[in-house]
């Protein structure tokens, strides 16, 4: 509950647009903050989804009503927005860019929770990027809403370092971890509008990102092995993998390690390590392959595999 000289404030109130692990855990800090959450507009969990907890199931559980973001900048989900006359609206980790005469709406102001240090990596799928090109440190940004993407005076943020061999699961588990508490700990500021605003445009330049495609994750054995491990470890389980396109078929590499053992670029060679794959400057011990609709993580199986694929000598 939010006080001020003594005496208990009513509790401000907020309509969330919220989505993944991250949108989850930003939702449970609102909550533990003290706002009250008008509304959630939200997706339908997919089914290769179901490794977190939606929004949804937080929102029902504190009965907060739920909407699906079906067209949601049309004139109906505007004049319900504003019929609920919020102090704030909160986008964590939504997928659709909000209009401006949504963002006019509430009183103090819309934000937006983005999985980087803002102006670094602006744009989708800030996670899987940082750990494609290999940076050491990341972080979490609750920002001021503009009509345009990731843009907006920064309110709070978060650095979060990234180990080596960090996956997208597990730098996302960090992410609504240090999301949750960023955003409980921002409410007070945002209220009595005490939070300091720092404009991104003195903090340097900005990078941006878009959506991730499939091809995005492919290996080429020109890459380096830090390279190609680098799109293992940003796509490994629950995403959909890098792989290999071969002449008989997509192989995905679903995990693999950096292997000091030698091994020629583009072949495979079963060693007592394991089984390798050479890149340009070096290889990766694989751990799981999937092929065939088959998931196989003893090296004797994977080469019995490849053999039969004709991608590995007998």
Request: glycine share 10%; aromatic share 8%.
């Amino acid at each position: 509950m939010l006080v001020e000289s003594g005496e208990t404030m009513s509790k401000p109130m907020a309509v969330v647009c919220a989505y993944s692990s991250v949108g989850t855990a930003a939702l449970e800090g609102l909550l533990e903050a003290g706002v009250a959450v008008r509304a959630l507009y939200t997706y339908g969990q997919g089914a290769d989804e179901r490794w977190f907890t939606p929004p949804e199931a937080v929102a029902r559980a504190h009965g907060i009503p739920v909407h699906m973001a079906q067209a949601f900048n049309d004139d109906a989900v505007y004049d319900a927005i504003r019929a609920h006359r919020p102090d704030f609206l909160f986008s964590f980790y939504f997928r659709e860019m909000i209009q401006a005469r949504i963002l006019e709406i509430p009183r103090l102001g819309a934000y937006n929770l983005h999985g980087s240090l803002l102006p670094k990596y602006r744009g989708r799928a800030p996670i899987n990027w940082v750990l494609v090109k290999g940076e050491a440190e990341t972080g979490i940004t609750l920002h001021a809403m503009t009509p345009k993407p990731d843009d907006g005076h920064i309110v709070a943020q978060a650095r979060l370092p990234i180990a080596w061999d960090e996956t997208a699961l597990s730098l996302t588990d960090k992410a609504a971890a240090a999301g949750r508490e960023l955003v409980r700990d921002a409410i007070p500021g945002l209220v009595d509008g005490t939070v300091q605003r720092v404009d991104q445009k003195t903090l340097g330049p900005s990078t941006y990102f878009g959506g991730r495609k499939p091809a995005d994750s492919r290996l080429g054995f020109a890459m380096g092995a830090q390279e190609a491990f680098n799109q293992i470890r940003a796509v490994a389980d629950p995403w959909p993998n890098a792989f290999l396109e071969t002449p008989s078929g997509t192989v995905k590499i679903a995990w693999a390690l950096p292997s000091a053992e030698p091994c020629p670029p583009g072949c495979f060679r079963m060693t007592r390590e394991g089984l390798l794959l050479g890149f340009s400057d070096g290889a990766l011990r694989l751990h799981t392959l999937k092929a065939q609709g088959l998931r196989i993580e003893r090296p004797s199986e994977q080469a019995e595999l490849l053999r039969g694929l004709g991608l590995m000598e007998a």
